[in-house]
């Protein structure tokens, strides 16, 4: 029951030991880890070509990479690509806001040009008291019409925007939308993708 083993038996196990001891091991793989697999190597030697040994190579690529970042967002703006537009423009509840502003008149987008007229008829109403009483008219009404048209614009959007995307974050939208209401159309960025009446 106890008995020694006999050297023959002894003989296989040894000879599985002295086998294993020969084969050679993978030189990449640190002892006592598995062997990564391959395309984990690949990504690794990868990353270890396009990490630049010095700083001044590191801040050049750095460079070339945020300005083809910037000439990408620009062409975005101008073309409406979702891809590549600024963080704040995308997403489809910021493009409905977009196209909501776009598809109608706002009384806001045309508060610079009458500004303009105001402010020429204060100057000239330095010397002319009634110019200057119509211009402080002007400004009064302007201000007043933006802030109805605004409201307006305002209450419709939300209830657009809730029936639309009611499981969607709205957080900033109608702000965003009444911040484009005050720029005038042809200077919107990114550009208008719907025409004038046209429901978005």
Known sequence: MFRSRSKDEKAPTEKVTADLSKQPRDPEAPKGRPTPKRSEAQSQRRRAQTVPLDRKEAAKRAREARRTD?????????SGDERYLPARDKGPVRRFVRD??????????????????ILVLSLFGNANRSLQNISLLL???VIIMIVIDSIGIWIRLRKQ???????????GAIAYG???TLQMRRLR????????????
Do not use: T, Y
């Open 70 to 78: 910037l000439a990408r967002q620009r062409e975005a703006l101008n």
């Open 100 to 117: 909501f502003v776009d598809s109608r008149f706002a009384i806001a987008e045309f508060f610079l040009p009458m500004a303009v007229v």
């Open 139 to 141: 400004w009064l009404g």
């Open 161 to 171: 925007l809730n029936a639309r995307f009611p499981n969607e974050s709205k957080r």
């Open 178 to 180: 009444l911040m484009r």
């Open 189 to 200: 960025l990114p550009k208008p993708q719907v025409k004038r009446g046209e429901r978005p």
